[in-house]
């Protein structure tokens, strides 16, 4: 059975917190047992970036944007971190890092 694989994180811009991430890897197991199917998310989509743990669902604010692309069997997340933001430098130096 195949499963996903993390495969990192590419720093495009540390200046403007520039981020490029393979996120998922389409139509496989990940290690929660769950499947990401092609087409599922559309190429394209605009997303906001969530504070850390996913705590914006609980009202913290976004962290950064970014858009989501399907390349071949990858979901890739282009991002940009709001530096002009205390949590959006911070959060972008943990990824960083």
């Given at each position: 059975?195949?499963?996903?694989?993390?495969?990192?994180?590419?720093?495009?811009?540390?200046?403007?917190?520039?981020?490029?991430?393979?996120?998922?890897?389409?139509?496989?197991?990940?290690?929660?047992?769950?499947?990401?199917?092609?087409?599922?998310?559309?190429?394209?989509?605009?997303?906001?970036?969530?504070?850390?743990?996913h705590k914006?669902?609980?009202?913290?604010?976004?962290?950064?944007?970014?858009?989501?692309?399907?390349?071949?069997?990858?979901?890739?997340?282009?991002?940009?971190?709001?530096?002009?933001?205390?949590?959006?430098?911070?959060?972008?130096e943990?990824?960083?890092?």
């Amino acid at each position: 059975m195949n499963r996903k694989a993390f495969k990192g994180v590419e720093i495009k811009s540390e200046s403007e917190g520039r981020v490029r991430a393979v996120f998922s890897t389409l139509d496989v197991v990940d290690k929660d047992g769950d499947v990401t199917c092609k087409g599922a998310i559309g190429d394209g989509t605009a997303v906001r970036i969530s504070a850390y743990n996913h705590k914006s669902w609980e009202g913290a604010l976004p962290v950064g944007k970014g858009t989501i692309r399907e390349e071949g069997n990858e979901l890739v997340l282009e991002s940009q971190f709001f530096m002009n933001t205390t949590h959006g430098r911070d959060t972008f130096e943990t990824v960083k890092g």
